[in-house]
């Protein structure tokens, strides 16, 4: 059935209780509100149970005219139980109806790659360096990161592709890394000349070009430390 006017207003009750009870809300206590208010409306024949599947019959494949409020969508979501969770919000329904920064809240695999990958490797990642005048060419080689991230061969197909590599650009691509670098290596000119990104997760790499004009010449033995360091800051390596 379509989520018409009658349920999109037993689904305002239950987020003015979601907002009212904060905290104390519980939801299978809700259950037994939810069955009044569909009653009072009219709605006979579902039941809170039915209810959800309806609320989520819609999200996934519109039938009204129905533009429910992001953040309603959040606190709702907040309050399931985590079985309904995994089986309901799918990567479409996260992508629709769910702000960017509320994904880590669902979809941790997306939101917070570098956390998921912190402590998958085990081991240091081989490294190549070689230099150029005062230059440090070093080249870290990390392999396919698909799995160790939690990232799916479907979700870098066609329309969840741009939001997995924005997720994975911002943990662990190559603004963040340099910002870390840089603190490590203040003195320095450097140039991250590759990075992982959603392209290339099954053969992922840095390579970093670490000028030491200003850093009296450093030993290349600091260089790979401060790298190494770096990218532990942002959770690449342990």
Request: proline share 4%.
């Amino acid at each position: 059935m379509a989520f018409g006017k009658k349920l999109q207003d037993v689904f305002k009750l239950l987020i003015e209780d979601i907002n009212r009870l904060g905290s104390k809300f519980d939801f299978f206590t809700e259950s037994k509100a939810l069955d009044k208010y569909l009653a009072d409306a009219g709605v006979t024949n579902i039941k809170a149970p039915q209810f959800i599947a309806e609320v989520f019959d819609e999200l996934d494949a519109p039938r009204s005219g129905w533009k429910p409020i992001k953040d309603d969508i959040v606190a709702f979501f907040k309050t399931l139980p985590d079985r309904i969770k995994k089986e309901k919000i799918t990567d479409d329904i996260l992508v629709k109806y769910v702000p960017k920064e509320d994904w880590g809240l669902f979809k941790k695999d997306w939101a917070n790659a570098a956390v998921a990958y912190k402590g998958k490797l085990g081991s240091l990642p081989p490294m190549i360096s070689k230099k150029n005048g005062d230059k440090i060419i070093l080249s870290v080689f990390l392999g396919d990161i698909r799995e160790t991230l939690g990232i799916r061969e479907s979700e870098l197909k066609g329309y969840t592709y741009k939001h997995v590599y924005s997720a994975v650009d911002e943990n662990i691509g190559r603004d963040i890394v340099l910002s870390k670098l840089k603190a490590r290596l203040p003195n320095s000119k450097i140039k991250i000349l590759d990075y992982p990104n959603a392209s290339c997760l099954h053969d992922a790499r840095y390579e970093f070009e670490i000028d030491r004009k200003d850093s009296t010449g450093m030993p290349v033995l600091i260089v790979k430390a401060a790298v190494l360091f770096a990218l532990r800051d942002v959770g690449v390596i342990l």
